[in-house]
């Protein structure tokens, strides 16, 4: 596999906006690249176990398989894979990225996949937080909605054909 | 088919390639972390909250907005949220503000348009603009009947 590089242009830009800040103000850059530090080691954390789900993906699973359980046409099943995953995923969303898109290779519709992504507002670690903060009937009816939107976005999501024409060939 | 489609012979082959592919992005991925840096600890809790007007529809399309732009974990918000509550703000903008926090990230549409096309990240995008705001009304309107 031929390695080319995605992103230098706006690797090279973002840089030239930290050099331009830090004219204005040293400090606080340090203190912007050290967060960026921090979150470039939990992004590489999670991208260590992104590749080996990713090569499982491509080796083990086939199209036709995961098309059936998280396709289109995969059902009922298939919005609660999507919503189950979403809740139980942890870390940024784009650490996930790399991973949904093989999958949207291997089959997975677009709207189980954009409800995998809305149902990711749901924080099982940070709900008894939210309970504290805003209330229990507040966290319910906010979990509910979330699920419910989620698989609403991902409804609508699966009739919008223009989606499609950007999948690779 | 793209080469990447195309089945490896052995699960050795597909991890080479899945590790390629990740360090293909990497470029992409410094890019958006960089930003998450600068977004962290150039926009702060204080300029965020002084968006807020205290008038619920716009404070709701603010707070929507607010939480799209902002970044870190989604406690910052629950914290945030419930001191702009305090401060008089109204829920259904608490609501969309906490929910966008989560599901919309101005910093990361690059990458999510590089890994999932251009189409995909607008219509999810959008999409999920909209249903934050309708999520928050539902929400507080839902409290509202139950009392």
């Not at chain 1, 995605?6 to 967060?35: E, N, P, W």
């Not at chain 2, 829920?91 to 549409?109: K, P």
């Amino acid at each position: 596999m031929k390695l080319r590089f995605q992103g230098v242009k706006f690797m090279v830009g973002v840089g030239l906006l930290y050099g331009g800040l830090a004219l204005y103000d040293s400090d606080k850059t340090l203190q912007a690249l050290q967060k960026s530090g921090m979150v470039l080691m939990e992004i590489l954390a999670i991208f260590s176990v992104v590749v080996f789900i990713s090569a499982a993906i491509h080796y083990y699973i086939d199209s036709r398989s995961l098309a059936k359980h998280l396709g289109e046409e995969s059902g009922l099943k298939g919005w609660l894979i999507a919503l189950g995953a979403g809740v139980l995923s942890h870390g940024p969303m784009y650490a996930w990225y790399p991973m949904i898109r093989d999958l949207r290779e291997h089959g997975a519709g677009d709207g189980r996949v954009a409800a995998f992504f809305y149902a990711r507002a749901i924080k099982v670690p940070l709900l008894p937080i939210m309970v504290e903060y805003f209330g229990l009937a507040f966290t319910i009816v906010l979990t509910i909605y979330i699920l419910l939107s989620a698989w609403i976005q991902g409804l609508i999501m699966d009739r919008i054909d223009w989606i499609a024409e950007d999948r690779e060939p | 088919m793209s080469e990447r489609r195309r089945r490896p012979a052995t699960y050795r082959q597909a991890l080479k390639r899945a590790a390629l592919s990740l360090v293909a992005m990497m470029p992409t991925v410094l890019g958006v972390v960089g930003l998450v840096g600068i977004f962290q600890v150039f926009i702060t809790k204080e300029m965020l909250a002084s968006l807020f007007t205290k008038e619920p529809i716009r404070d709701t399309v603010v707070g929507t907005l607010a939480g799209g732009i902002a970044v870190g974990n989604a406690l910052v918000s629950y914290i945030l949220g419930g001191k702009l509550l305090e401060q008089g703000v109204s829920l259904y903008a608490v609501t969309a503000f906490v929910l966008a926090w989560v599901t919309l990230g101005v910093v990361q549409l690059p990458l999510e348009a590089q890994m999932l096309g251009v189409r995909f990240t607008i219509a999810r995008n959008l999409l999920a603009l909209i249903f934050t705001m309708l999520t928050a009304i539902l929400t507080v309107q839902t409290l509202g009947v139950l009392g």
